[in-house]
């Protein structure tokens, strides 16, 4: 399979490509962070052309021009109603994505930017790592970008923290086949299933867009992805999604609980799909996810040019200084890179990522305005003992 992409397998458990110099080293043994290689669509074509009619003749150009308008329209369309259905705020940004807005739609309206980020650029993270993804979601939202998570969305909470919002337009769509990804162009960043399931469409709709690729040696990612894959199961099996047994009959109903979602959408109508699309199957089986893990880095690697994509190797010789300094440096957010990696260096974020409900805000103002009453209101027994010690003051002459 590897050959078959033109990949071969590093001794660190990454991924060389078409890029690497026949019988050379390549780059990534000095662990350094190498962009990826050139496109081949002109050789391979473009996946998303519409080519054959709906009973499988050849379309002569005309038609292609007409359908290709006529799939636009519809998925436009389909947009503004999604939209209107949501009636939601996607964050602090409030952004909502008006139709034919797709490669129009101006970055700069999130929240503030933090201290040495200087530009608000467009990035994705085309990673199948979920603890390194969840990092640079986490990350990404710290520096002031509105960032989605798969179908997380992070957003300022009521006490200055960040909550964990819930929008899978992104994952319903590509789960009914439509997969438009003008549905986060509400974004500044975006990783996670099913991002990386459509990059190639990511990559010809958002033609200034940045791509981020942290690879993880392959029996790291297993271990990990393993442990995500039992966390997403359990989830649905609790949502109604799957049966508790594998390979069991899928549930006839839905569970209400909010964990499973709100009056948008449910964990079930991205869930089991989203890891089917990018593992092959949705239940855990290390030889099948293990290859789709490879095969999707060497796709990437071929498909996406050197100049938007930034290769991280993440096999522990990086610090996340230096990590963050690349980042900044080549999406083109920092002015002064070695300030910003200092300030901002790539780990875990000590953040709580909670849900907040606005419930909660109208309990804490109530408890605040109780505090203040009991604290300045006059106190009824004052008066009453002042009165009672002059009378003993009396008694004692």
């Given amino acids: 399979m590897l050959a078959a992409l033109g990949a071969t397998m590093n001794p660190d458990g990454t991924l060389s490509g078409p890029g690497s110099k026949a019988g050379g080293p390549h780059p990534r043994h000095q662990l350094e962070m190498v962009h990826g290689w050139r496109a081949f669509r002109k050789i391979f074509g473009n996946p998303h052309k519409v080519e054959y009619g709906p009973e499988g003749q050849p379309l002569d150009p005309r038609a292609r021009r007409v359908l290709t308008k006529l799939f636009k329209s519809r998925a436009h369309k389909q947009v503004d109603a999604t939209s209107r259905k949501m009636g939601k705020r996607l964050g602090s940004s409030g952004v ?16 503030e930017l933090a201290e040495y980020v200087t530009a608000r650029k467009r990035v994705f993270s085309l990673g199948l790592d979920p603890d390194v993804e969840r990092t640079a979601a986490e990350w990404f939202e ?4 509105v960032s989605l998570h798969g179908d997380r969305h992070f957003a300022k909470g009521y006490w200055g923290g960040v909550v964990s919002e819930m929008d899978a337009r992104l994952a319903v769509s590509v789960c009914t086949g439509a997969s438009d990804v003008s549905l986060v162009s509400g974004y500044d960043f975006a990783n996670w299933l099913p991002v990386p399931s459509v990059f190639d469409a990511l990559a010809l709709d958002f033609p200034d867009a940045k791509f981020v690729l942290f690879e993880t040696p392959v029996e790291v990612f297993v271990k990990r992805a393993k442990a995500k894959a039992d966390e997403a199961r359990a989830l649905g099996v609790k949502c109604g999604c799957v049966s508790a047994r594998v390979g069991g009959s899928i549930p006839t109903s839905r569970s209400t609980s909010s964990a499973c979602g709100d009056a948008t959408h449910h964990v079930c109508d991205a869930y089991p799909c989203v890891y089917e699309k990018a593992f092959g199957s949705a239940d855990f ?11 999707h880095i060497a796709r990437v690697k071929t498909a996406i040019s050197s100049d938007r994509l930034l290769i991280v190797p993440m096999v522990g010789g990086h610090s996340p200084v230096s990590v963050a300094r690349a980042l900044g440096e080549f999406a083109g957010i920092a002015d002064a890179p070695d300030a910003f990696a200092s300030r901002h260096p790539f780990e875990p974020r000590a953040m709580s990522i909670r849900t907040e409900h606005t419930w909660s805000f109208f309990l804490f103002l109530g408890v605040a305005v109780l505090g203040a009453l009991v604290l300045f209101a006059p106190n009824p027994y004052a008066r009453r003992g002042t009165a009672a010690s002059s009378g003993y003051a009396e008694f004692e002459r």
């Fill in 96 to 111: 909502v994505v008006p139709s034919d807005a797709t490669k129009k739609t101006k970055l700069g309206s999130g929240p």
């Fill in 142 to 145: 710290s520096l002031g970008y």
């Fill in 285 to 295: 089986d290390p030889t099948v996810w293990r290859e789709a893990y490879v095969a």
